[in-house]
Protein backbone atom coordinates (compact mmCIF):
# COMPACT_ATOMS: atom_id res chain seq x y z
CA UNK A 1 0.00 0.00 0.00
CA UNK A 2 2.69 2.44 1.16
CA UNK A 3 4.29 2.79 -2.21
CA UNK A 4 0.60 3.17 -4.15
CA UNK A 5 -0.09 6.21 -5.83
CA UNK A 6 -1.95 8.06 -3.24
CA UNK A 7 -5.19 9.90 -5.19
CA UNK A 8 -6.33 13.27 -4.50
CA UNK A 9 -10.08 12.33 -4.16
CA UNK A 10 -11.89 9.04 -3.42
CA UNK A 11 -15.62 9.13 -3.41
CA UNK A 12 -16.71 7.96 -0.08
CA UNK A 13 -19.59 5.39 0.04
CA UNK A 14 -21.17 4.55 3.57
CA UNK A 15 -22.34 0.94 1.90
CA UNK A 16 -26.66 1.71 2.33
CA UNK A 17 -26.18 3.70 -0.70
CA UNK A 18 -27.67 0.57 -3.17
CA UNK A 19 -30.27 -0.58 -0.50
CA UNK A 20 -31.79 2.75 -0.69
CA UNK A 21 -31.98 2.96 -4.22
CA UNK A 22 -33.42 -0.20 -4.51
CA UNK A 23 -36.11 0.78 -1.64
CA UNK A 24 -36.63 3.98 -4.14
CA UNK A 25 -37.10 1.22 -7.11
CA UNK A 26 -39.92 -0.58 -4.94
CA UNK A 27 -41.62 2.49 -3.70
CA UNK A 28 -42.66 3.48 -7.19
CA UNK A 29 -41.58 6.78 -6.80
CA UNK A 30 -38.31 8.05 -8.93
CA UNK A 31 -38.78 11.22 -9.49
CA UNK A 32 -38.61 14.52 -7.56
CA UNK A 33 -40.19 15.30 -3.42
CA UNK A 34 -40.46 11.48 -3.04
CA UNK A 35 -39.97 9.68 0.30
CA UNK A 36 -36.25 10.70 0.34
CA UNK A 37 -36.09 13.51 -0.56
CA UNK A 38 -38.39 14.20 2.47
CA UNK A 39 -36.42 12.83 4.56
CA UNK A 40 -33.20 14.87 3.33
CA UNK A 41 -35.31 18.13 3.51
CA UNK A 42 -36.22 17.26 7.28
CA UNK A 43 -32.63 16.04 8.14
CA UNK A 44 -31.13 19.59 6.57
CA UNK A 45 -33.96 21.49 8.26
CA UNK A 46 -33.27 20.16 11.73
CA UNK A 47 -29.42 20.02 11.70
CA UNK A 48 -29.38 23.69 10.35
CA UNK A 49 -32.45 25.47 11.36
CA UNK A 50 -33.09 26.68 7.97
CA UNK A 51 -36.64 27.44 7.40
CA UNK A 52 -36.99 25.37 4.40
CA UNK A 53 -34.57 23.01 2.73
CA UNK A 54 -35.03 22.18 -1.08
CA UNK A 55 -32.77 19.65 -2.76
CA UNK A 56 -31.13 20.90 -6.33
CA UNK A 57 -29.34 19.23 -9.03
CA UNK A 58 -25.79 21.28 -7.62
CA UNK A 59 -25.17 23.32 -5.53
CA UNK A 60 -24.96 25.51 -8.96
CA UNK A 61 -28.72 25.42 -9.86
CA UNK A 62 -29.18 26.39 -5.86
CA UNK A 63 -27.23 29.30 -6.39
CA UNK A 64 -29.51 29.78 -9.95
CA UNK A 65 -32.53 29.44 -8.05
CA UNK A 66 -31.45 31.99 -5.63
CA UNK A 67 -30.37 34.67 -8.08
CA UNK A 68 -33.96 34.30 -9.62
CA UNK A 69 -35.58 34.26 -5.79
CA UNK A 70 -34.10 37.61 -4.96
CA UNK A 71 -35.50 39.46 -8.62
CA UNK A 72 -31.97 40.24 -9.45
CA UNK A 73 -32.11 42.74 -12.73
CA UNK A 74 -29.39 43.36 -15.33
CA UNK A 75 -26.91 46.14 -13.63
CA UNK A 76 -27.35 45.20 -10.04
CA UNK A 77 -24.42 44.42 -8.09
CA UNK A 78 -23.32 41.46 -6.27
CA UNK A 79 -20.35 41.76 -3.92
CA UNK A 80 -18.01 38.25 -3.36
CA UNK A 81 -14.71 37.09 -3.65
CA UNK A 82 -13.02 36.52 -6.80
CA UNK A 83 -11.27 33.81 -4.96
CA UNK A 84 -14.30 31.07 -5.54
CA UNK A 85 -15.58 28.37 -7.92
CA UNK A 86 -17.32 30.29 -11.19
CA UNK A 87 -20.86 29.31 -9.83
CA UNK A 88 -20.68 31.97 -7.35
CA UNK A 89 -20.63 34.44 -10.05
CA UNK A 90 -22.51 32.47 -12.91
CA UNK A 91 -25.55 32.41 -11.20
CA UNK A 92 -25.98 36.29 -11.01
CA UNK A 93 -24.43 37.01 -13.94
CA UNK A 94 -27.16 35.06 -15.75
CA UNK A 95 -29.97 36.72 -14.52
CA UNK A 96 -27.75 40.18 -16.06
CA UNK A 97 -26.08 41.56 -12.21
CA UNK A 98 -22.10 42.02 -11.88
CA UNK A 99 -20.16 40.47 -9.88
CA UNK A 100 -18.19 43.04 -8.08
CA UNK A 101 -14.80 41.25 -6.73
CA UNK A 102 -13.06 42.32 -3.13
CA UNK A 103 -10.19 40.65 -1.94
CA UNK A 104 -9.90 38.08 0.78
CA UNK A 105 -8.25 38.25 4.38
CA UNK A 106 -4.89 36.04 4.31
CA UNK A 107 -5.54 34.10 7.38
CA UNK A 108 -8.06 32.29 5.95
CA UNK A 109 -8.36 33.05 2.50
CA UNK A 110 -12.30 34.02 2.91
CA UNK A 111 -14.24 37.53 1.60
CA UNK A 112 -12.18 40.57 4.09
CA UNK A 113 -15.92 42.04 5.70
CA UNK A 114 -13.55 45.02 6.37
CA UNK A 115 -13.80 45.91 2.42
CA UNK A 116 -16.75 44.99 1.28
CA UNK A 117 -18.48 48.45 2.13
CA UNK A 118 -16.47 50.39 -0.22
CA UNK A 119 -17.78 48.68 -2.73
CA UNK A 120 -21.26 48.98 -2.16
CA UNK A 121 -22.75 51.28 -4.53
CA UNK A 122 -26.36 52.16 -5.26
CA UNK A 123 -26.81 49.33 -7.39
CA UNK A 124 -25.15 47.08 -4.66
CA UNK A 125 -28.62 44.33 -3.98
CA UNK A 126 -26.50 41.49 -2.19
CA UNK A 127 -23.30 39.22 -0.67
CA UNK A 128 -22.62 35.92 -1.22
CA UNK A 129 -19.54 35.29 1.08
CA UNK A 130 -18.04 31.36 0.49
CA UNK A 131 -17.25 29.43 3.19
CA UNK A 132 -13.47 28.41 1.95
CA UNK A 133 -12.18 25.27 2.89
CA UNK A 134 -15.81 24.88 5.36
CA UNK A 135 -14.05 27.72 7.30
CA UNK A 136 -16.73 30.42 7.89
CA UNK A 137 -16.49 33.93 6.81
CA UNK A 138 -17.08 36.69 9.41
CA UNK A 139 -20.38 36.78 9.52
CA UNK A 140 -21.29 39.02 12.36
CA UNK A 141 -20.11 41.49 10.11
CA UNK A 142 -20.98 40.53 7.21
CA UNK A 143 -24.71 40.49 8.14
CA UNK A 144 -24.42 43.55 10.29
CA UNK A 145 -23.14 45.53 6.85
CA UNK A 146 -26.12 43.76 5.06
CA UNK A 147 -28.74 45.00 7.62
CA UNK A 148 -26.83 48.63 7.05
CA UNK A 149 -27.64 49.02 3.34
CA UNK A 150 -30.51 46.69 3.23
CA UNK A 151 -28.63 43.91 1.26
CA UNK A 152 -29.73 40.00 1.01
CA UNK A 153 -27.27 37.58 1.90
CA UNK A 154 -26.72 34.16 0.40
CA UNK A 155 -23.59 32.25 1.57
CA UNK A 156 -22.33 29.65 -0.46
CA UNK A 157 -21.54 26.96 1.61
CA UNK A 158 -20.89 24.40 -1.31
CA UNK A 159 -18.53 23.20 1.30
CA UNK A 160 -19.64 23.85 4.29
CA UNK A 161 -22.20 21.02 5.92
CA UNK A 162 -22.07 20.64 9.24
CA UNK A 163 -19.59 23.47 10.15
CA UNK A 164 -20.65 26.39 12.12
CA UNK A 165 -19.90 29.96 13.17
CA UNK A 166 -20.64 30.96 16.96
CA UNK A 167 -22.86 27.54 16.80
CA UNK A 168 -24.39 28.67 14.18
CA UNK A 169 -24.39 25.89 11.13
CA UNK A 170 -23.01 27.54 7.98
CA UNK A 171 -25.37 27.97 5.12
CA UNK A 172 -28.50 28.67 8.03
CA UNK A 173 -26.85 32.19 8.68
CA UNK A 174 -27.97 34.46 5.17
CA UNK A 175 -31.33 35.17 3.92
CA UNK A 176 -30.36 31.86 1.36
CA UNK A 177 -27.72 28.95 2.16
CA UNK A 178 -26.46 26.58 -0.27
CA UNK A 179 -24.56 23.19 0.15
CA UNK A 180 -23.30 21.07 -2.76
CA UNK A 181 -23.12 17.28 -2.53
CA UNK A 182 -20.98 16.94 -5.94
CA UNK A 183 -18.59 13.70 -5.34
CA UNK A 184 -15.90 15.70 -4.11
CA UNK A 185 -17.64 17.24 -1.09
CA UNK A 186 -17.94 15.71 2.90
CA UNK A 187 -21.32 14.46 1.68
CA UNK A 188 -22.35 13.48 -1.72
CA UNK A 189 -24.44 12.00 -4.22
CA UNK A 190 -22.30 12.15 -7.35
CA UNK A 191 -23.79 15.04 -8.11
CA UNK A 192 -26.57 16.87 -5.94
CA UNK A 193 -26.78 20.20 -3.95
CA UNK A 194 -29.63 21.98 -1.69
CA UNK A 195 -30.94 25.45 -1.47
CA UNK A 196 -31.44 26.67 2.14
CA UNK A 197 -33.99 29.34 2.89
CA UNK A 198 -33.89 30.73 6.18
CA UNK A 199 -36.00 34.01 5.52
CA UNK A 200 -39.32 31.97 5.62
CA UNK A 201 -40.99 35.12 3.83
CA UNK A 202 -39.28 33.47 0.59
CA UNK A 203 -39.88 29.57 0.96
CA UNK A 204 -43.07 29.33 -1.03
CA UNK A 205 -41.58 31.04 -3.86
CA UNK A 206 -38.62 29.24 -3.72
CA UNK A 207 -40.90 25.98 -4.06
CA UNK A 208 -42.58 27.35 -6.80
CA UNK A 209 -39.29 27.97 -8.70
CA UNK A 210 -37.66 25.09 -7.95
CA UNK A 211 -41.06 23.41 -9.91
CA UNK A 212 -40.93 24.84 -12.97
CA UNK A 213 -42.33 28.00 -12.12
CA UNK A 214 -45.75 25.98 -11.03
CA UNK A 215 -47.70 25.62 -7.43
CA UNK A 216 -46.93 21.41 -7.75
CA UNK A 217 -46.03 21.48 -3.84
CA UNK A 218 -49.32 22.89 -2.85
CA UNK A 219 -51.25 20.88 -4.98
CA UNK A 220 -49.69 17.29 -3.83
CA UNK A 221 -49.97 18.32 -0.22
CA UNK A 222 -53.94 18.67 -1.37
CA UNK A 223 -53.79 22.91 -0.60
CA UNK A 224 -54.92 23.67 -4.04
CA UNK A 225 -57.08 21.32 -6.69
CA UNK A 226 -54.85 21.99 -9.23
CA UNK A 227 -51.57 23.09 -10.47
CA UNK A 228 -50.36 26.19 -13.00
CA UNK A 229 -47.90 28.16 -13.65
CA UNK A 230 -47.31 30.87 -11.09
CA UNK A 231 -43.82 32.64 -11.84
CA UNK A 232 -40.21 32.17 -13.41
CA UNK A 233 -38.86 28.94 -12.67
CA UNK A 234 -36.75 25.49 -13.94
CA UNK A 235 -36.78 21.77 -13.39
CA UNK A 236 -34.42 22.08 -10.57
CA UNK A 237 -35.52 19.43 -8.24
CA UNK A 238 -33.30 16.03 -8.63
CA UNK A 239 -34.77 12.76 -8.83
CA UNK A 240 -35.71 10.60 -5.65
CA UNK A 241 -33.04 8.04 -6.79
CA UNK A 242 -29.99 10.50 -5.80
CA UNK A 243 -32.03 11.64 -2.95
CA UNK A 244 -32.12 7.63 -1.88
CA UNK A 245 -28.02 7.82 -2.13
CA UNK A 246 -28.24 10.87 -0.76
CA UNK A 247 -30.05 9.87 2.67
CA UNK A 248 -27.54 7.02 3.09
CA UNK A 249 -24.36 9.75 3.20
CA UNK A 250 -26.34 12.30 5.49
CA UNK A 251 -27.21 8.99 7.79
CA UNK A 252 -23.81 9.23 8.84
CA UNK A 253 -22.79 12.50 7.85
CA UNK A 254 -21.62 13.11 11.68
CA UNK A 255 -19.20 10.26 11.93
CA UNK A 256 -18.12 10.97 7.99
CA UNK A 257 -17.16 14.51 9.34
CA UNK A 258 -15.47 13.15 12.53
CA UNK A 259 -13.31 10.85 10.67
CA UNK A 260 -12.46 14.05 7.73
CA UNK A 261 -11.30 16.32 11.15
CA UNK A 262 -9.52 13.41 12.51
CA UNK A 263 -7.59 13.22 8.96
CA UNK A 264 -7.70 17.16 8.94
CA UNK A 265 -5.79 17.23 12.08
CA UNK A 266 -2.98 14.28 11.39
CA UNK A 267 -1.59 16.56 8.38
CA UNK A 268 -2.05 19.44 10.56
CA UNK A 269 0.60 17.71 13.44
CA UNK A 270 2.56 16.07 11.13
CA UNK A 271 3.02 19.53 8.97
CA UNK A 272 3.89 21.72 12.11
CA UNK A 273 7.70 21.43 11.87
CA UNK A 274 7.52 22.36 7.96
CA UNK A 275 5.78 25.78 8.86
CA UNK A 276 8.16 26.23 11.55
CA UNK A 277 11.08 25.71 9.09
CA UNK A 278 9.40 28.36 6.64
CA UNK A 279 9.05 25.40 4.65
CA UNK A 280 4.96 26.29 4.28
CA UNK A 281 1.77 27.66 5.94
CA UNK A 282 -0.45 25.71 7.16
CA UNK A 283 -4.31 26.69 7.76
CA UNK A 284 -5.61 29.23 9.94
CA UNK A 285 -9.09 28.52 11.45
CA UNK A 286 -10.46 31.42 14.07
CA UNK A 287 -11.76 30.11 17.60
CA UNK A 288 -15.38 31.09 17.35
CA UNK A 289 -15.34 28.63 13.72
CA UNK A 290 -15.63 25.15 13.86
CA UNK A 291 -14.89 23.54 10.26
CA UNK A 292 -15.46 20.12 8.75
CA UNK A 293 -12.38 18.93 7.52
CA UNK A 294 -13.40 19.43 4.06
CA UNK A 295 -9.79 20.23 2.45
CA UNK A 296 -6.62 20.34 3.18
CA UNK A 297 -4.43 22.95 1.85
CA UNK A 298 -1.04 24.51 2.36
CA UNK A 299 0.41 27.92 1.35
CA UNK A 300 3.70 27.97 -0.73
CA UNK A 301 5.78 30.53 0.85
CA UNK A 302 6.17 33.44 -2.19
CA UNK A 303 8.09 32.56 -5.30
CA UNK A 304 8.31 29.25 -4.66
CA UNK A 305 6.87 27.20 -8.58
CA UNK A 306 3.81 25.69 -7.78
CA UNK A 307 3.51 23.49 -11.24
CA UNK A 308 7.52 22.52 -10.12
CA UNK A 309 6.45 21.21 -6.84
CA UNK A 310 3.11 19.48 -7.86
CA UNK A 311 4.88 17.80 -10.75
CA UNK A 312 7.68 16.75 -8.13
CA UNK A 313 4.89 15.26 -5.86
CA UNK A 314 3.33 13.39 -8.61
CA UNK A 315 6.86 11.85 -9.49
CA UNK A 316 6.80 10.89 -5.47
CA UNK A 317 3.28 9.21 -6.05
CA UNK A 318 1.08 11.96 -4.25
CA UNK A 319 -1.75 13.81 -6.55
CA UNK A 320 -2.17 16.77 -5.48
CA UNK A 321 -4.16 19.54 -7.24
CA UNK A 322 -4.43 23.70 -6.58
CA UNK A 323 -7.34 25.91 -7.09
CA UNK A 324 -8.69 28.60 -8.01
CA UNK A 325 -7.90 30.65 -10.95
CA UNK A 326 -9.61 34.22 -9.42
CA UNK A 327 -12.45 34.81 -11.14
CA UNK A 328 -11.39 38.77 -12.10
CA UNK A 329 -8.09 37.38 -13.88
CA UNK A 330 -10.51 34.41 -15.63
CA UNK A 331 -11.38 35.13 -19.30
CA UNK A 332 -14.59 35.74 -18.56
CA UNK A 333 -14.31 37.61 -15.17
CA UNK A 334 -13.79 41.37 -16.56
CA UNK A 335 -16.25 40.34 -19.26
CA UNK A 336 -18.95 40.02 -16.41
CA UNK A 337 -17.44 41.28 -13.41
CA UNK A 338 -15.60 44.17 -11.46
CA UNK A 339 -12.96 44.29 -9.55
CA UNK A 340 -12.94 46.31 -6.25
CA UNK A 341 -9.44 47.67 -5.37
CA UNK A 342 -6.94 45.91 -6.74
CA UNK A 343 -7.09 42.16 -5.04
CA UNK A 344 -3.89 41.62 -4.40
CA UNK A 345 -4.62 38.95 -2.23
CA UNK A 346 -6.22 37.22 -4.00
CA UNK A 347 -3.58 37.27 -6.50
CA UNK A 348 -0.74 36.27 -4.73
CA UNK A 349 -2.35 33.79 -2.53
CA UNK A 350 -4.65 32.09 -5.06
CA UNK A 351 -1.08 31.03 -6.59
CA UNK A 352 0.38 29.56 -3.25
CA UNK A 353 -2.32 27.05 -2.77
CA UNK A 354 -1.99 23.34 -2.65
CA UNK A 355 -4.53 21.34 -1.70
CA UNK A 356 -3.24 17.97 -0.42
CA UNK A 357 -5.06 14.30 -0.95
CA UNK A 358 -7.96 13.91 1.59
CA UNK A 359 -10.34 11.38 1.93
CA UNK A 360 -12.13 9.03 4.13
CA UNK A 361 -9.24 5.62 4.12
CA UNK A 362 -6.29 7.64 3.54
CA UNK A 363 -4.16 6.00 6.06
CA UNK A 364 -1.52 7.55 8.42
CA UNK A 365 1.34 6.13 6.94
CA UNK A 366 0.27 7.66 3.54
CA UNK A 367 -0.18 10.97 5.17
CA UNK A 368 3.19 10.98 6.33
CA UNK A 369 4.42 10.00 2.73
CA UNK A 370 2.85 13.32 1.52
CA UNK A 371 4.01 15.56 4.21
CA UNK A 372 7.63 13.69 3.60
CA UNK A 373 7.80 14.34 -0.03
CA UNK A 374 6.84 17.95 0.59
CA UNK A 375 9.82 18.46 3.36
CA UNK A 376 12.12 16.86 0.95
CA UNK A 377 10.98 19.25 -2.47
CA UNK A 378 10.39 22.49 -0.17
CA UNK A 379 13.36 21.79 2.18
CA UNK A 380 16.62 21.39 -0.28
C1 LIG B 1 -18.23 22.75 -5.31
C2 LIG B 1 -18.54 24.20 -5.26
C3 LIG B 1 -19.58 24.77 -5.98
C4 LIG B 1 -20.36 24.02 -7.01
O1 LIG B 1 -21.03 22.92 -6.52
P1 LIG B 1 -21.77 21.94 -7.55
O2 LIG B 1 -22.64 21.11 -6.65
O3 LIG B 1 -20.73 21.16 -8.26
O4 LIG B 1 -22.58 22.79 -8.45
C5 LIG B 1 -19.85 26.11 -5.81
N1 LIG B 1 -19.13 26.87 -4.98
C6 LIG B 1 -18.10 26.36 -4.26
C7 LIG B 1 -17.34 27.25 -3.34
C8 LIG B 1 -17.77 25.01 -4.39
O5 LIG B 1 -16.74 24.52 -3.69
Known amino acids: MASDFIPYNRPYVTGKEQAYIEEALRNHHLSGDGPFTRRCHQWIEQRTGCAKAL??????????????????????????PSFTFVSTANAFVLRGAVPVFVDIREDTLNLDERQIEAAITSRTRAIAPVHYAGVSCEMDKIVAIARRHNLRIVEDA????????????LGAIGDIGSFSFHETKNIMSGEGGCLLVNDPELAQRAEIIREKGTDRGRFFRGEVDKYTWQDLGSSLLPSDLTAAFLWAQLEDAERITRERLAIWNRYHDMLAPLEQRGLLRRPIIPGHCRHNGHLYFILLPPGIDRSMVLGKLKDQGVHSVFHYVPLHSSPAGMRFGRAHGDLSLTTSLSERVIRLPMWIGLHEKQQMRVVEALGAILGR
Request: with cysteine; aromatic share 2%.
Open 158 to 169: AQGILASYRDTP
Open 55 to 80: LTHSCTSALDLAAILLDLKSGDEVIM
